[in-house]
């Protein structure tokens, strides 16, 4: 017999689990990639991800991509955006809005990739 | 310079772009692994993968996942479930109601498993 947790996942019961900010919690694993949900707020720094392709799913309020061309993606709730491997980007906010996202990125991933920031989270919690 | 398509995804607007049913469409691809909208209802073929692990996300309706123990995890919108490699399962919906639900999976996998059935589709389309 196979062991097989048969946990569903509430995504809007995980996400009242937490309420610290930048702390990527770790809500389900498949394939070597991790589903983690994300309240944020302000501006993240600066980083890439050499090897890892990265999603961004928005589920309350305004996420921006700023890129290094100048650009800039916005999300609202319901969309999302893949931010391909070894492409610089920095994840913000509006001032005084707390955004909650889904990320989906492989296990190896740190949230600031090789930049290392007061905001690295060294190992995620899984909620 | 890197080529950067600045294409975000509506998740609603891309289930609005379709309407056969068990027929997954991709709508991301990041890290070998491939995000897919599917409608869906009835009763799916009784399938595996066996070395791919299947995340199944609910935005409308019921999904019943039946497995050969007689167990049943049900979903429903905003609720997720990774079925593992090498579990036998079945997508299955309450009479007369169609779900809408993400699918992500590695690109490789077929949906129906090594199960070849009339629901077999054989590439999945890209919307």
Avoid at 2 to 28: C, G, H
Avoid at 58 to 76: C, N
Avoid at 85 to 103: F, N
Wanted: proline fraction near 5%; glycine fraction near 6%; include cysteine.
């Amino acid at each position: 017999m196979y062991y097989l947790p048969r946990m569903k996942v509430n995504i809007e019961e995980k996400f009242s689990l937490f309420t610290d900010q930048w702390s990527p919690k770790i809500i389900a694993e498949l394939n070597g990639q991790q589903l983690k949900l994300a309240k944020i707020q302000g501006d993240f720094v600066w980083h890439d991800h050499a090897n890892e392709d990265e999603l961004f799913l928005v589920y309350r309020g305004t996420l921006f991509l700023d890129f290094r061309d100048g650009s800039t993606v916005s999300l609202e709730p319901g969309e999302c955006y893949v931010v391909p491997k070894g492409v610089e980007h920095r994840p913000r906010t509006k001032d005084g809005e707390e955004v909650w996202l889904m990320l989906m990125e492989p296990a190896e991933t740190k949230h600031t990739g090789d930049v290392k920031s007061e905001l690295t989270v060294e190992v995620c919690e899984r909620i």
